[in-house]
């Protein structure tokens, strides 16, 4: 009799107690599994692979766009290749050009450095982004919708020291 009696004051505690706040509770649960979903970046124009298929973003991960002038024996922009071909798969790296004639070129560029590093092309919406910018210049996308912007030789590196992304 003892034992059922404590089971019952046990039960009803439970209940009033899990009754308290319920609205908080069922808030914050309701806000944690949302900031758990997996979020794409949607990028403001079309990336095709050199394979000409459109570039799918993974769920969660940062996409970094590099445009640049490709010029041969430079070390500068060597730098920034290497730098990006270094990175893990938590960023999507997309070194694009704007036309078949650019990025054929860029990519015979990177291959001289013998890194692996695909060279995309852009379509004209995603181009605009660049419009009047110094060259190179970087963009990163994050997953939680940011945009941040960098323009010059170290851009890749200064963007994600500044945003602790991926490095």
Known sequence: MKISALLTI??????TLNGCGSGESSTSQTELIESYEPVTV?????VTEPAGDTVSVPDSTSVILYYWLPLEKYE??????????????TILVLPVQPDHESRNHAQR????????LPVYLADSALTKVFEGSILPITVLYTPEGNQFTAEGFGAPLR?????????
């Open 10 to 15: 046990v039960f009803f505690l439970a209940i």
């Open 42 to 46: 949607v990028l403001p124009g079309i």
């Open 76 to 89: 500068a922009m060597e730098s920034d290749l290497l730098f990006l071909a270094s990175l893990d798969s």
């Open 109 to 116: 560029v990177v291959n001289s450095l013998e890194i692996s």
């Open 159 to 167: 963007l994600l020291g500044m945003h602790q992304t991926g490095i």
